[in-house]
C-alpha cells in the first residue's frame, strides 16, 4: 500500500556477536522486521529469513547474531542501533553449564537443574528466562517455566503466579504457547500487598510442579526455570530464601546487583550454586505508566487475543444467587483484639464471603477450580478470569465478560484488585 512505500526501510550489517536493538513507542506505527542473510535470533529464537515479523507499542527488541547477518527494518522506530557489547556469550555459558546438569541428570533419571534467576526491576530477568527456556527447548528439552512475578508476568494476567510446559521457542512478537498454564490467583499487581499469601501460593505451585516432575521423565531431566519479581529487599528477600527452599533450586542467577549476590552466597546453603550475572546494556527501564500500560494490554490480550491471533470473549449475565464471590483478607483488627494464638498476619489469608455491589465494577475475578470444599478455595489453581462489565442490583444481576460462554466451569468466583476497563 501507499502507506508501506512512504515508510523508511533501513538495512543493518551485523557482524559476529553483534545485537541489533529496536524500541517502537507510536501506538499508530508498526515496526516490520526481517532476516536478508545469514543467521539471528531474538532472545534465542531463530529467525526465519524471508518471514516479516511485525512488532507494536511498547517492543522493546534486540536481535543477535552469533555469525554475522543482513537485517531489514521497515517502519518507524524510536530508537534503533547496533549494540557490540552484549552478555549473550556468557548467557549461553550458562545454557551450556545447565545442559551438562540435564545430561548428568538423565544418566540416572533424577530431575534436572532448577534455576531461578534474581535481581531488582528492570534488569532482564524475563528475557534470561526467555534466552534459557528457548536454548534449552532448541536442544529438544522440555523444560517448565515459572514465572513468580506478579506484576509484569509472562504467563496468564498480571496478579497471578504460574507455571508453563514449554515446548516449543517462544514466538518472536508472541512470546511462549500459553497452552494448558498452571496458574494460582495472588489477586495484587505488588507482591508485598500480601506475602503471607504470596508465600502459601508459591509453596502449592512449587508441590504441584514436584508432582508433575515425578510423572513427565523429559520435563524432570529438562528441569525447571523461575523467573521472579524485582522485590529483593526486606521481605521480598525473605520470598527468595523461601522460593529456594520451596522449589529446591539448585542454581541461582543474579543479575545486576552485586550486593544481593553477597547476601545470597552468605544465606543460601552451599550446594546451591549461586552466580553473578552483568545485564545486558540494551535492557530498557520501564516508568510507572509503562508497566501498568503493559499490564493493561496483557488483560486486553487475555480476553481478545493479539492482531495474529484475535479471540472473541463473551458477554453474559449472572445472578447473583447463582454465584459464589470471594475476597482474600480481612480487614486487619489490631493484635489485642485478636483470640488468643491468632496473629494478625492469619486475618490477611482467610476468605471473605462477599455481598455482590458496586465495588465490583471493571473487576477481575478468578474463576476457580475447587469445587466444594471452601478451606481450599485459596489454595487452588484457577479455570481463569472474568470480568466484571456490569452491574445492576435491583435484577441482583452481574455482566462477566468471559473467555468461554456460559456455564462457567465452576461457581466460586474470587476477587482480583486487578481491573480492567472494557472498551471493546
Ligand atoms: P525484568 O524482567 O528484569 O523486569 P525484562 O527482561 O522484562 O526485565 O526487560 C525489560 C525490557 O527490556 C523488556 O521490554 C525487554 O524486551 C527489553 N530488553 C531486554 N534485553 C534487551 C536487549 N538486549 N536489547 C533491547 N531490549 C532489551
Request: aromatic share 8%; glycine share 6%; charged share 25%.
Amino acid at each position: 500500500s501507499q502507506d508501506d512505500q512512504k515508510a523508511e526501510i533501513q538495512e543493518f550489517k551485523l557482524e559476529a556477536d553483534q545485537e541489533l536493538r529496536f524500541e517502537v513507542e507510536s501506538k499508530t506505527e508498526k515496526v516490520y522486521l526481517s532476516l536478508k542473510a545469514g543467521l539471528a535470533e531474538v532472545f534465542g529464537t531463530e529467525i526465519v529469513k524471508g518471514k516479516l515479523y511485525e512488532f507494536t507499542a511498547g517492543a522493546k527488541i534486540a536481535v543477535f547474531t552469533w555469525h554475522g547477518c543482513t537485517l531489514e527494518i521497515r517502519g518507524k522506530t524510536d530508537v534503533i542501533y547496533v549494540a557490540k557489547e552484549t552478555p549473550m556469550v556468557v548467557y549461553s555459558n550458562c545454557h551450556a553449564a545447565l545442559e551438562y546438569m540435564r545430561h548428568e541428570a538423565e544418566k540416572d533419571n533424577n530431575k534436572g537443574p532448577t534455576t531461578m534467576i534474581v535481581g531488582p526491576c528492570d534488569v532482564g530477568k524475563s528475557t534470561v528466562c526467555r534466552i534459557l527456556l528457548n536454548y534449552a527447548v532448541r536442544e529438544g528439552r522440555r523444560p517448565i517455566y515459572v514465572d513468580l512475578d506478579v506484576g509484569q508476568g509472562n504467563i496468564s494476567i498480571p496478579g497471578t503466579i504460574g507455571a508453563l510446559l514449554i515446548e516449543r521457542p517462544a514466538s518472536i512478537d508472541e512470546g511462549f504457547a500459553q497452552e494448558a498454564p498452571l496458574v494460582y490467583n495472588f489477586g495484587h499487581k505488588a507482591p508485598e500487598k500480601n506475602s503471607a499469601l504470596l508465600s502459601i501460593l508459591t509453596t502449592q505451585l512449587a508441590s504441584n510442579i514436584k508432582d508433575k516432575l515425578e510423572v513427565n521423565k523429559k520435563a524432570r531431566t529438562s528441569g525447571v526455570i523461575i523467573n521472579t519479581c524485582g522485590w529483593v529487599k526486606g521481605e521480598g528477600y525473605k520470598q527468595i530464601l523461601n522460593n529456594t527452599k520451596v522449589f529446591e533450586v539448585d542454581v541461582i542467577l543474579v543479575l545486576d546487583q552485586e550486593r544481593l549476590y553477597n547476601e545470597l552466597v552468605r544465606d543460601i546453603p552451599n550446594f546451591v550454586k549461586v552466580v553473578f550475572l552483568q545485564k545486558s546494556g540494551g535492557v530498557v527501564e520501564r516508568s510507572k505508566s509503562v508497566r501498568s500500560e503493559a499490564r493493561d494490554q496483557r488483560i486486553r490480550e487475555y480476553f481478545y487475543g493479539t492482531v495474529k491471533n484475535s479471540l472473541y470473549p463473551h458477554s453474559f449475565d449472572m445472578k447473583w444467587s447463582e454465584l459464589k464471590i470471594y475476597r482474600i483478607g480481612a480487614p486487619a483488627l489490631p493484635d489485642s483484639c485478636l483470640p488468643l494464638g491468632m496473629k494478625a498476619k492469619d486475618h490477611m489469608t482467610k476468605l471473605v464471603l462477599l455481598t455482590p455491589n458496586s465495588g465490583l465494577l471493571h473487576h477481575l475475578m478468578a474463576v476457580s477450580f475447587c469445587e466444594e470444599e471452601e478451606e481450599d478455595i485459596l489454595k487452588t489453581h484457577v479455570a481463569g478470569f472474568v470480568c466484571v462489565t456490569n452491574i445492576d442490583s435491583e435484577r441482583q444481576t452481574l455482566t462477566l465478560l468471559s473467555p468461554q460462554p456460559k456455564p462457567l466451569p465452576n461457581t466460586i468466583l474470587v476477587l482480583s484488585d486487578l481491573q480492567f476497563m472494557d472498551s471493546h
